[in-house]
């Protein structure tokens, strides 16, 4: 298979009669070649803060910063960094989605990405000073500023072609119709569209300009983000309708989640992994990359769009539910310890009128103080992180027991006012015990309601920040 080229022309919105369409450069200036392993980048600080439980789109983790995805209302998103570990520990929690959650209260600071040898960055702008490039990590792009001074990097420009024999305004003939079968996208900026083609066949022009049919159905808003020589398609959740890179590209495949928690340098991780960012256009445009040969209808692409979200959310929407209905259940239960007691003169209504004279009106039944019930319930349906999360939402003051699949005892958590002070196990005592039972998918758990009779304070962590500590380390040894 040839290589791929790519002419784009630029099709200017003219008045009611047209001016036709001439060909100009395209936005894509050019690309950056990296030629040196691991080449660090400075990304500069923003001075952002963010709070426990907040999360962002990872972009990379290298051994001193997490670097993750700013959104913002520009085309492509920025990048922001953080320092990998604070107090001792690790900053922020990834998940398997490679989004990462703060675990303490936290504030960006100036960062470095690396990036891969031989990976080529297309050029949005430069000037003076710099490039402003697309870089790819995680299914995700993003803009990145270079400064010139830069080494170990080489710039190439784009040499559109220049027809030779423009139409000229006086033309009568039936405008001519662009080759649909070679188009692989459209850019749609400053009130200007480009057309991007897959290879060198001759540039068609016509007089009135608009997107053809296939390209108009589209999977939503993109960015051409990719290599000018290997243009892919995809999303950013991965699934069946991403199409293989043209040129016989095959062998890039995505990070797996296993390199979210590496320590190895990010070089480790494939930096040309099919990826295409959702942006508007300064202009209220959309700015797509589309293949000619795909046109799916509206309503199609927006259920697929729905269904990708809802398979990348459903373990969040499960534990929401499983929470919220545990917290109805103790709201429940706290609306029967504060019913209002009788006034103790308070005596009881009988219809004297149906009594026999001689007979003693019917004492009134006795009244029994209301306990409130335990909470128990299975592992398998509530796990034990979100279960300690309820517990330090409702400020609870009990001991939580948890029991194997044949109901011994394997553990217990100590809560006062929802903090998590004590945890133990026939074999640990504190924070280690709480790592090893919340390893721990099945079985049953009881929380008792009262102070835990002579437990000390073994847990000095916060909960929350523990419990997502107590996650990824699951997360990382596999259980």
């Not at 963010?50 to 700013?70: M, R, T």
């Not at 470095?112 to 990590?137: A, H, I, N, Q």
């Not at 062998?251 to 989640?257: A, E, G, L």
């Not at 769009?305 to 209905?325: D, E, H, M, N, Q």
Request: net charge neutral.
């Amino acid at each position: 298979m040839h290589a791929l080229k790519i002419v784009i022309v630029a099709a200017a919105i003219m008045g009611s009669t047209g001016s036709g369409m001439a060909e100009t450069n395209s936005p894509l200036s050019g690309f950056l070649r990296v030629t040196k392993e691991n080449l660090p980048i400075l990304i500069d600080n923003p001075s952002l803060t963010f709070s426990v439980g907040d999360h962002l789109p990872l972009f990379q983790e290298n051994d001193k910063y997490f670097v993750a995805i700013l959104p913002d209302e520009e085309e492509v998103p920025r990048l922001v960094a953080f320092r990998l570990v604070q107090m001792g520990t690790r900053r922020a929690w990834v998940t398997s989605e490679a989004i990462m959650y703060f675990a303490y209260d936290t504030s960006s600071s100036r960062g470095l990405l690396y990036l891969d040898l031989d990976e080529e960055l297309p050029v949005l702008s430069e000037s003076k000073s710099g490039y402003e490039v697309l870089v790819t990590r995680f299914n995700r792009t993003a803009r990145l500023w270079i400064p010139r001074r830069t080494r170990h990097m080489e710039y190439t420009a784009f040499s559109p072609r220049r027809d030779a024999s423009p139409i000229k305004e006086s033309t009568k003939e039936p405008p001519l119709s662009i080759n649909t079968n070679e188009i692989i996208g459209t850019i749609k900026s400053g009130g200007k569209t480009y057309y991007i083609y897959k290879d060198d066949s001759q540039v068609q022009y016509r007089e009135e300009t608009s997107v053809p049919t296939t390209l108009s159905s589209s999977l939503g808003r993109f960015w051409p983000f990719s290599s000018p020589k290997e243009l892919y398609q995809g999303s950013f959740v991965p699934d069946a309708t991403a199409q293989e890179p043209f040129d016989g590209a095959s062998d890039h495949t995505s990070p797996n989640s296993s390199a979210l928690y590496t320590q190895k340098p990010p070089a480790a991780v494939s930096s040309t992994a099919p990826v295409l960012q959702s942006a508007p256009d300064t202009n209220g445009v959309s700015a797509s990359v589309v293949e000619a040969r795909q046109s799916p209808s509206s309503l199609n692409a927006w259920a697929h769009r729905g269904c990708r979200l809802l398979g990348t959310y459903r373990p969040v929407l499960v534990a929401a539910l499983l929470a919220l209905s545990a917290i109805v259940l103790l709201r429940t239960q706290s609306s029967r310890k504060r019913r209002p007691k009788k006034a103790p003169d308070a005596k009881p209504v009988s219809r004297v009128e149906d009594t026999d004279p001689g007979m003693d009106a019917p004492k009134s039944p006795p009244t029994h103080k209301e306990v409130p019930m335990d909470l128990t319930g299975s592992l398998s349906s509530m796990p034990l992180g979100s279960l300690a999360q309820l517990l330090n939402t409702e400020r609870e003051t009990g001991v939580l027991a948890i029991s194997d699949e044949q109901k011994r005892p394997v553990g217990t958590m100590t809560f006062i006012k929802g903090d998590l002070i004590d945890a133990k196990t026939p074999a640990l005592r504190g924070t280690e015990a709480v790592y090893d039972l919340v390893r721990r998918k099945t079985g049953s758990f009881s929380f008792k309601r009262g102070p835990g009779i002579g437990s000390q304070r073994t847990v000095q962590e916060s909960t929350m920040p523990l419990i997502l500590d107590a996650y990824r380390r699951a997360d990382e040894q596999g259980s």
